[in-house]
């Protein structure tokens, strides 16, 4: 019914930029926030940033500063312009929307590799 759809990711060098997208299609009443969490390796997954419907933003400490969240004027995608790359940022990076179709459920992207390179 709905599906979360993550591009962007890649292999980049230390000090550089990605944009992460997240596209949600399907029949959606209303997307009531999205977020992206990320997982390293042998690590929890973690929230790195949310925004909800009404553009307010919140950001994990670890990249305050460097990454910005913000939603496209469809308002069913979300981007995640991640820049200043740290190695320690190397994860999968996934997408996660709060929407309601019949009921509100969270639904979750397939995820996207981000490398960073020191």
């Known amino acids: 019914q709905v599906q979360l759809v993550e591009s962007g990711g890649g292999l980049v060098q230390a000090g550089g930029s990605l944009r992460l997208s997240c596209a949600a299609s399907g029949r959606i009443f209303i997307i009531n926030a999205m977020d992206w969490y990320r997982q390293a390796p042998g690590k929890q997954r973690e929230l790195v940033a949310t925004i909800t419907s009404g553009g307010s933003t919140n950001y994990a400490d670890s990249v305050k500063g460097r990454f910005t969240i913000s939603r496209g004027n469809a308002k069913n995608t979300v981007y995640l312009q991640m820049n200043s790359l740290k190695p320690e940022d190397t994860a999968v990076y996934y997408c996660?929307?709060?929407?309601?179709?019949?009921?509100?459920?969270?639904?979750w992207g397939q995820g996207t590799q981000v490398t960073v390179s020191s």
């Open positions: 996660r929307g709060t929407i309601l179709v019949d009921i509100q459920r969270l639904y």
